[in-house]
């Protein structure tokens, strides 16, 4: 069995949750970082990280770690930590390719005592059932006899600089009580917040996507009644604001669901569901409401555009924000690009800007050219969607002077201005 002082440690995928692990660990013991990609390799030895998750500051503490992208550097190490993502398919499927891919060249590189952690978001059960067998066929070695398994579910939050990885508690697990206790105790000499570890692998499994799962059906709720509110004609933030003068009131707010995890987790719950004859009503229900806010927002707009006399096939909708959220880059599962093709399937002409973005990467992901709304390229109205910093602090003034005409609507999604202001500004405003 490995002991902790034979640890060599190689975290597979350097992505949001791959590289500040990798970074951790690569500040105490031996740390092979990799990556398929050789790009993102030569961006990280060069001291630069795009996602802005690790700063080169802390990149450079980082002295035991190395970058690699060939797979027989893996075959020094002896600790595996998999963080590649898990995505949806085009039907809301769970996609598990890159996590076979991983466990296929795992299967080739791993040697007899070994351990293998996947922190990749699943539904229960996934490890042992798809995972552990492509190890095994691979590698010719036997589970929990040549080598062992552990399962510890990622809990970074894209961009914030406040709950980083070493300070939020992380669950562990093992395949075996014993393995189970060297895992807690691998993860527990960088997690400052400490470790909790799960009776079993899929107990593990399982609290990472009811997690999200949980906050995707507050927010589901909320949305739903953001819709009902504005049928009425009262503002949901006020009634939020109201209702949170109550000691014991969840203080969730309607907003358009994408990213890697919210958007994303309660899928693989109810595929699980489905398989072992259970289908899920309350789950699919919020998802359901989250999946069709983004159309919400873009015919909102425009029905208030309409009201106010404005052609929509002949004007411009600035839209403020394309990443999924806040101060940050990451455009995974956005559920702006959404809120975009509901625009133009009213062939209304938008201009998206975000000074976040990767223009590149959002071009290519998504079909879309970023571009400008200033004074010199006013639009016709204004959808503010993410709540960055740039947009959060503009005044009512400098919004307005990004607009033209008499009657411009501004679609506040995350409720970030006053809306007060906004209408004493000559904004119609709609917000979620």
């Not at 293998?116 to 552990?132: K, M, N, R």
């Not at 590698?139 to 510890?152: A, H, P």
């Not at 959060?392 to 809306?419: I, N, Q, W």
């Amino acid at each position: 069995m490995l002991q902790i002082e034979q640890l060599k440690i190689a975290v597979i995928g350097l992505g949001y949750v791959g590289l500040p692990l990798a970074v951790e660990f690569g500040k105490k013991t031996p740390t092979i970082g990799f990556d398929i990609y050789q790009k993102r390799i030569d961006e990280l030895r060069s001291g630069q990280d795009h996602t802005l998750e690790v700063s080169p500051e802390e990149l450079k503490k980082a002295e035991f770690l190395t970058y690699s992208a060939d797979l027989e550097d893996l075959k020094n190490a002896n600790f595996y930590i998999v963080t590649v993502p898990t995505p949806i398919d085009h039907v809301n499927r769970p996609d598990l390719t890159p996590l076979q891919k991983a466990s296929e060249t795992l299967g080739k590189v791993i040697s007899k005592n070994d351990i293998v952690v996947f922190e990749s978001t699943v539904y229960p059960g996934a490890t042992e059932e798809v995972c552990v067998p492509v190890i095994e066929k691979f590698s010719g070695l036997k589970f929990n006899q040549d080598f062992f398994v552990g399962y510890s579910p990622e809990r970074i939050n894209p961009g914030d600089k406040v709950n980083t990885l070493t300070k939020i508690k992380k669950i562990t697990s093992g395949s075996t009580p014993e393995v189970a206790n060297i895992v807690d105790a691998v993860y527990a000499s960088i997690i400052t917040a400490g470790t909790y570890k799960a009776t079993s692998i899929k107990v593990a499994e399982a609290a990472k996507v009811i997690e999200n799962t949980q906050r995707d059906l507050n927010i589901a709720l909320v949305n739903e009644l953001s819709v009902i509110f504005d049928r009425i004609g009262i503002d949901t933030v006020d009634v939020l604001e109201a209702a949170g003068s109550k000691w014991n009131f969840l203080p969730f707010r309607p907003g358009l669901v994408g990213g890697h995890c919210i958007g994303v987790d309660p899928y693989y719950l109810t595929h699980k569901a489905e398989e072992v004859g259970y289908n899920p009503q309350v789950i699919l229900a919020g998802r359901r409401i989250n999946d069709t806010m983004a159309q919400y927002v873009a015919q909102s707009t425009i029905k208030h555009m309409i009201k106010n006399g404005i052609d929509v096939t002949q004007a411009t909708v600035g839209i403020l924000g394309v990443t999924f959220k806040e101060n940050c880059p990451d455009i995974r599962n956005s559920k702006i690009a959404d809120v975009i093709n509901e625009f133009k399937q009213w062939n209304v002409n938008v201009v998206v800007c975000d000074p976040w973005a990767d223009a590149e990467e959002v071009k290519h992901e998504y079909g879309i050219e970023l571009g400008t709304v200033n004074a010199e390229n006013p639009v016709d109205s204004l959808v503010v969607a993410v709540g960055h910093n740039e947009f959060r602090h503009m005044t009512a003034t400098e919004l307005r002077h990004l607009v033209r005409g008499e009657k411009p609507v501004l679609a506040d999604v995350k409720s970030l201005f006053d809306r007060i202001e906004m209408v004493e500004q000559g904004f119609t405003v709609f917000r979620l």
